[in-house]
């Protein structure tokens, strides 16, 4: 970590099944994000296996616990970079060392910005950027998020930013079209809750399959 010159890391603002988000403050002030992923939570390994199944290119082997963290945290370091390079709009990755993911931090200073859930006003524009940061996923990035939801979407400035995506699978994958479907159903879902006008998911899975082919 001294590549980052971390002056020091704060206190946990956020916690799930799977890891810890940590704000680091650097010695220029700016802060990035932390991801420490659990080394020896029984569901957490059980999770990961799903998921890795679905993913064949995954380099990750399961000899022990740590080592599936190891590569876990590797293979969002690898999604997030992968989506990053493409446009979609996804958290800066700067370096994964075994279970520690260092990337951009989405907020202001060390407050974190807002989960989709919570953001009070939904707009139809946020939707729309949302839908088009999917084709650019699925299209140029060749990859499905696989859990996209109102709760692994930040919101800052009123513009959605996609995290979590370990578990991110390559488009042409066994199970990749039933996650994008899955997907696709989350946002709509949410969105139409809010009293936003949507898309139906079968004329956004047409348009996208179409622009994969092409």
Same mark, same amino acid.
């Given at each position: 970590?001294?590549? %980052?010159? &971390?002056?020091? $890391? +704060?206190?946990?603002?956020?916690? *799930?099944? =799977?890891?810890?988000?940590? #704000?680091?403050?650097?010695?220029?002030?700016?802060?990035?994000?932390?991801?420490?992923?659990?080394?020896?939570?029984?569901?957490?390994?059980?999770?990961?296996?799903?998921?890795?199944?679905?993913?064949?290119?995954?380099?990750?082997?399961?000899?022990?616990?740590?080592?599936?963290?190891?590569?876990?945290?590797?293979?969002?370091?690898?999604?997030?970079?992968?989506?990053?390079?493409?446009?979609?709009?996804?958290?800066?990755?700067? %370096?994964? &060392?075994?279970? $520690? +993911?260092?990337?951009?931090?989405? *907020?202001? =200073?060390?407050?974190?910005? #807002?989960?989709?859930?919570?953001?009070?006003?939904?707009?139809?524009?946020?939707?729309?950027?949302?839908?088009?940061?999917?084709?650019?996923?699925?299209?140029?990035?060749?990859?499905?998020?696989?859990?996209?939801?109102?709760?692994?979407?930040?919101?800052?400035?009123?513009?959605?930013?996609?995290?979590?995506?370990?578990?991110?699978?390559?488009?042409?994958?066994?199970?990749?079209?039933?996650?994008?479907?899955?997907?696709?159903?989350?946002?709509?879902?949410?969105?139409?809750?809010?009293?936003?006008?949507?898309?139906?998911?079968?004329?956004?899975?047409?348009?996208?399959?179409?622009?994969?082919?092409?």
């Amino acid at each position: 970590m001294r590549k %980052l010159n &971390i002056e020091s $890391v +704060l206190g946990a603002i956020a916690s *799930g099944k =799977e890891a810890r988000i940590y #704000p680091a403050k650097l010695r220029d002030g700016k802060f990035i994000a932390l991801k420490i992923y659990y080394t020896s939570t029984a569901s957490h390994k059980r999770a990961l296996r799903r998921y890795v199944s679905l993913d064949k290119s995954a380099d990750i082997r399961f000899t022990s616990t740590k080592e599936l963290i190891y590569g876990w945290a590797r293979k969002e370091f690898g999604n997030l970079n992968r989506m990053f390079q493409a446009g979609v709009r996804v958290p800066k990755p700067y %370096l994964v &060392i075994k279970n $520690v +993911l260092a990337m951009e931090f989405i *907020g202001d =200073e060390f407050n974190k910005a #807002p989960l989709l859930v919570d953001v009070q006003e939904v707009t139809n524009e946020m939707y729309q950027d949302l839908i088009s940061q999917i084709r650019t996923l699925v299209t140029i990035a060749r990859l499905v998020h696989g859990d996209l939801s109102e709760y692994n979407i930040m919101v800052k400035d009123e513009v959605p930013y996609i995290i979590d995506v370990g578990q991110a699978t390559p488009l042409d994958e066994e199970g990749a079209s039933e996650l994008l479907i899955r997907d696709l159903y989350n946002l709509t879902r949410f969105f139409s809750s809010r009293g936003i006008e949507v898309i139906p998911v079968e004329e956004l899975l047409s348009s996208l399959t179409s622009s994969t082919l092409g």
